[in-house]
C-alpha cells in the first residue's frame, strides 16, 4: 500500500498535478513538522514558498530565514523520500535527511548540532523539566533498536506508520 501510495505521489509530481495529494502532502507535512520544530512559517507561507519560492511577511511582519531555508529543503527531502521508498531505513539514510533539512541554515554551521549525526547534548524541550528524552551516550543504541524492530515489521498500511510513529518514538525517546 506504502508504495502504491509513493508511486501516485511520484506521478502527480512528475506530471505537475494541480492541487494534487502530492500537492497537499508537501504543503500540510512540511508545515506541520516544521511547526513541531518550532518554526514560524504560517501554512499559508509554507503553500507560497511551495508555489513560487518566494514568502510575504504575515501579520508579525518577522521571517526568519532558517524556517524558509527547512521548508524549501523539506520539500526537497521529501522528494527525496519518495525517490528512495524502497531503501531500508539506517542511521545513515536518517543522518542523509537531517543533512538535507538543515542545509544552509545556522544549525548546518554549529557543531554542537551535530547536523547529520547523533545527538551530542540533552534536548531540552522548552522548559518542561518533566520530560526527559534519550541521553546523547544511549541515541546510537536506542536508535539501531528502534530501526531493527522498524524494518522487520511488514508496515504494509498508513496504520502500521502511525503506530511507530506515535508508540515506538514515543516510548523509546521519552521517559517521563
Known amino acids: 500500500m506504502v508504495k502504491d501510495i509513493a508511486k501516485i505521489l511520484i506521478n502527480q509530481r512528475e506530471n505537475k498535478v494541480s492541487a494534487s495529494l502530492y500537492y497537499w502532502v508537501q504543503i500540510i507535512f512540511s508545515f506541520n513538522s516544521n511547526r513541531i520544530e518550532g518554526s514560524t512559517l504560517s501554512e499559508k507561507q509554507t503553500q507560497q514558498v511551495f508555489d513560487t519560492g518566494t514568502i510575504f511577511a504575515d501579520e508579525n511582519g518577522l521571517i526568519v530565514v532558517d524556517d524558509v531555508l527547512e521548508t524549501s529543503n523539506h520539500f526537497r527531502m521529501f522528494d527525496y523520500v519518495l525517490d528512495?521508498?524502497?531503501?531500508?531505513?539506517?542511521?545513515?539514510?536518517?543522518f542523509k535527511l537531517h543533512t538535507m533539512l538543515k542545509r544552509g541554515t545556522k544549525s548546518e554551521l554549529d557543531s554542537k548540532m551535530n547536523v547529520g549525526g547523533f545527538k551530542q547534548f540533552p534536548n531540552q524541550i522548552g522548559s518542561i523539566e518533566a520530560v526527559q528524552t534519550t541521553l546523547p551516550a544511549e541515541v546510537p543504541?536506542?536508535?539501531?533498536?528502534?530501526?531493527?524492530?522498524?524494518?522487520?515489521?511488514?508496515?504494509?498500511?498508513?496504520l502500521d506508520f502511525a503506530k511507530f510513529h506515535m508508540v515506538r518514538v514515543f516510548n523509546n525517546f521519552v521517559n517521563f
Open 84 to 94: 528512495t521508498i524502497d531503501v531500508d531505513l539506517t542511521s545513515e539514510y536518517l
Open 141 to 158: 543504541h536506542a536508535i539501531q533498536s528502534l530501526l531493527e524492530k522498524w524494518n522487520a515489521d511488514p508496515h504494509s498500511n498508513l
